[in-house]
């Protein structure tokens, strides 16, 4: 022992402990190889005292010093061989431990206090080591004497023993837990096997999982001493005071030297500390490593080598746990979101701590709930290395905690405070979804991505879309932001209406059902064309024959007019006006006369609402179907407007052989006549040499533009007098025309002008002999009687340009023309007064007169 002291005080112990591993590889081949730790050995009831609280062995991750310990044998009663139990604390490889730190009790003894050991943990010890051997007269001296005198192999047993029982403790979880699986259930290890190895830090073939079922099980077994891998808190419970490398054993067992066997990854260990304890075996004793396998307050031994009950006899060695502070795992959060207790036995999925699977140091483990309101509860929660984290208890939660609750575990790592990671948790509230956004907002033909908001969206299991009595069809869905719930719902080939979408929570006995409206293409709206003073504008974008209305400032504007140019939508909009302002602002004037107002002018502008050039609004376009869609509107300046003041008609001359048609007051224009009228520029404004005037039909575009020189005349600033032959006007023209003056970029509005007649070319009106003498009666106010009903006939070329024929200017009963009629006669009403009158096609609201002769 001199030689071995005189060693550790000039080298130091990592120096020797490395030497005595490397002789012990090199002396390997002479060493039989060791058995798994497959054998029970003794069973030890240990509690452990901090203070006020007392803890089983199970749940004690490490030592302090002041704590108190209860220590017995837990053996047969039939036991046959009798044990000396002892303990020994330790401070260091250099540093001998006093001979009061090494206690032994005889288990067979009647009394406690000789058959079982109360400790103390003194000040300054690091380790702490048990020794069991068979009762051998000078067994107790001989013990002392070996862990004072070489104390450093007693440390290293103790490290690496605590260290090798913690992986055991793992494998042995994994190994029951895929034992124990049911090969009727093809997918069970598939599943669990994953989970079990990513919790327990085991490393999976995963080969394995694509054999046959009844295979399976064994391949995951098969070479167990690869499958444990290094876990930094466990290995951290183990380091050495000493300097040594912790994995300095691991190193040595996975070389082909050191006979890397069973469980390599700590029964290398094991072997190498039975290598280092026989450097002092002697014919007596010899010293066997046992691995500890805890459960509440009982410590079982497991021996990988039957002791020895005769000379020499096995000193079985195990170790308790170091002494050093409590240092909790850092378990970590693996929820990629929210997590669903919607039902009982929810897991909140943790990784980073294999030994809060495999082991009882965490333990009253909780999860703190906090609702909204604030209100707070505590549940207990179970470990579950085989679904990846603690499980809630199956107690159902109080109503009150529905919704997003805040989660955080916690409990205690022995005796210190465990604080886990934070979780949002989502449990149903029986409140119905709504839809994000635009609830109409499905359009046919094309893919619509719809947001749902509800009360936990972790919690849905199932969403499916039904339309009418077809069959449902299933969606993918996600959750976004922990509170809402994403889907895109296809539309591709599916006709517009009514559909359902139905979310089902986990749990839930029916689902909850959302009605969603697809429309056909929703109208395009690009801008609204709007100048101040206007009671009218212009809507540009696509598929607006579906608009119903705009308001704009209070005011609403209906469609006037659709007009299609290119790929883009023109709808007018005007003003409907009041029936009674109309009627106020026209005057008592025929049509021309100078002073004329048209409707929807002057009197109905004045209940408008004004809108100042360059003021900004938002205009709400609704749509057929119930949709509203918003415009942001720029008021235009205010496009120039002019006053009729005067219109004359200069008809045309007869053709020859033609008679002539009395065509009233000027409110038609003939075919071959010429239009002569001026305008009023509006207050405050007055005409330019750029000034145009538009001609148009009722409904089409511009048809004829006049301009200076040509059309137009400035009689003045305010006054201009425009000049339009029928003759200038496009083929085809005919009906209503109208004119608008523009200047620059902007025209004013469209005003009534006169109507373009087609005149028929008539050539002559014959009655009979009968019919002339009565007719000549009738110019000297003769009664009308039976002659106004002779016929006459009508002749002449175009006479399908006449839409009927009256004898009267009420056309009380008149004669239509045949649509169609190609023919030169036409049969007509004797005139009554000396005069045929005529409806032409074009102004069927104009009369014109033919005079008999």
């Known amino acids: 022992m001199k030689d071995d002291d005189s060693r550790f005080s000039r080298a130091g112990a990592p120096l020797f402990l490395a030497a005595s591993a490397l002789a012990a590889v090199a002396a390997a081949p002479a060493l039989a190889d060791p058995a798994p730790f497959e054998l029970n050995g003794p069973d030890l009831r240990i509690e452990v005292t901090r203070g006020q609280q007392t803890l089983p062995i199970a749940q004690v991750p490490s030592l302090a010093e002041g704590d108190k310990l209860s220590i017995r044998a837990d053996l047969p009663g039939d036991q046959g061989q009798k044990f000396l139990l002892t303990s020994a604390f330790l401070r260091g490889a250099t540093n001998p431990p006093p001979k009061d730190w090494v206690t032994t009790a005889s288990t067979w003894k009647s009394k406690d206090k000789d058959k079982a050991l109360s400790l103390t943990v003194p000040k300054g010890a690091r380790q702490a080591v048990l020794l069991m051997v068979a009762d051998t007269g000078g067994a107790e001296g001989v013990l002392l004497d070996a862990v004072r005198g070489k104390p450093g192999e007693f440390v290293r047993a103790s490290q690496d023993l605590n260290q ?54 064994s391949c995951l077994l098969e070479n167990r001493e690869a499958l444990v891998l290094n876990d930094v808190h466990s290995s951290s419970l183990a380091d050495t005071l000493t300097g040594t490398p912790t994995d300095l054993a691991l190193q040595l067992s996975a070389t082909p030297e050191a006979g890397g066997g069973y469980y390599s990854a700590y029964i290398g260990v094991a072997r190498d500390i039975a290598r280092i304890f026989g450097a002092f075996n002697n014919p007596q004793f010899n010293y066997l490593p046992t691995l500890s396998l805890r459960k509440d307050a009982t410590m079982s031994l497991l021996l990988n080598a039957a002791p020895s009950f005769q000379k020499p006899k096995s000193v079985m060695v195990t170790a308790l746990p170091a002494v050093e502070a409590d240092i909790p795992p850092q378990l970590r959060s693996i929820a990629k979101g929210p997590v669903c207790i919607a039902r009982p036995g929810a897991v909140l999925p943790v990784e980073g701590a294999p030994l809060v699977y495999s082991t009882a140091f965490a ?23 085989d679904r990846g984290g603690y499980m809630i208890g199956p107690d159902e939660l109080p109503s009150a905690f529905t919704g997003s609750l805040r989660a955080q575990l916690h409990g205690m790592w022995g005796f210190a405070p465990f604080g886990g990671p934070d979780f949002l948790l989502q449990r149903p509230d029986g409140a119905a979804w709504k839809v994000a956004g635009d609830a109409d907002g499905l359009v046919v033909g094309r893919d619509n991505a719809v947001t749902l908001e509800g009360a ?3 919690c849905v299991e199932e969403v499916l879309l039904r339309q009418g009595s077809g069959a449902p069809r299933s969606l993918e869905w996600k959750v976004q932001d922990g509170q809402r719930l994403t889907f895109t719902v296809p539309l591709a080939a599916v006709n517009p209406g009514e559909m359902r979408v139905e979310v089902r929570y986990q749990g839930a006995k029916g689902p909850e059902t959302v009605t969603l409206r697809a429309r056909a293409e929703a109208s395009r709206v690009d801008g609204f064309e709007f100048h101040a003073g206007d009671r009218q504008g212009v809507l540009t974008g696509q598929r607006l024959d579906q608009v119903q209305s705009l308001t704009l400032n209070d005011v609403e504007y209906r469609p006037d007019g659709l007009t299609r140019e290119d790929a883009v939508d023109r709808l007018r909009l005007s003003v409907k006006a009041d029936p009674a302002q109309v009627n106020s602002a026209q005057v008592n004037s025929a049509p021309g006369t100078p002073g004329q107002n048209t409707p929807g002018q002057n009197g109905a502008a004045k209940s408008t609402p004004a809108l100042e050039q360059g003021a900004s609004a938002k205009a709400v376009v609704r749509l057929a179907d119930g949709r509203s869609l918003t415009l942001p509107v720029r008021v235009s300046a205010p496009r120039p407007q002019v006053e009729l003041l005067g219109r004359t008609i200069y008809p045309g001359p007869v053709a020859p052989g033609a008679r002539a048609l009395e065509l009233g007051a000027g409110e038609l224009l003939p075919d071959n006549g010429e239009l002569v009228f001026s305008v009023k520029a509006a207050p405050g404004a007055g005409f330019g040499t750029r000034d145009t005037i538009e001609i148009a039909t009722a409904d089409g575009p511009a048809v004829a533009r006049l301009s200076a020189g040509k059309g137009l005349t400035l009689e003045s600033r305010q006054v201009l007098v425009a000049r339009l032959k029928a003759a200038d006007l496009p083929a085809g023209a005919f009906g209503p025309l109208r004119f608008r003056l523009a ?42 009687g039976a002659a106004a009903g002779t016929p006459c006939t009508l002749t002449g070329r175009d006479l399908f340009l006449i839409g009927s024929v009256s004898a009267e200017p009420t056309f009380a009963q008149p004669a239509a023309v045949p649509t169609g009629f190609t023919g030169s006669s036409l049969p007509v009403p004797r005139p009554v007064a000396g005069k045929l009158y005529l409806r032409l096609r074009d102004a069927p609201d104009t009369a014109v007169a033919l005079p008999q002769s």
């Open 164 to 217: 090798a029982s913690l992986d055991h403790s793992r494998l042995a979880t994994f190994m029951a837990a895929i034992q124990a699986q049911d090969n009727t259930g093809p997918e069970y290890l598939r599943t669990v096997a994953p989970v079990l190895a990513r919790s327990l830090s085991i490393k999976l073939n995963d080969e394995c999982l694509s054999k046959v079922v009844e295979m399976q099980a």
């Open 743 to 784: 200047g620059g970029e902007t025209a004013g509005d469209w005003t009534p002008l006169t109507t373009l007649a087609r005149l028929p070319r008539i050539e002559n009106l014959a009655c009979d002999k009968d019919g002339a003498k009565q007719e000549g009666g009738a110019g000297t106010g003769a009664g009308t």
């Open 456 to 458: 936990a969206p972790s």
């Open 363 to 385: 333990h009253d483990m909780k999860v703190k709930l906090t609702n909204g309101s604030g209100q707070t509860m505590d549940v207990a929660v179970v470990p579950r290395a």
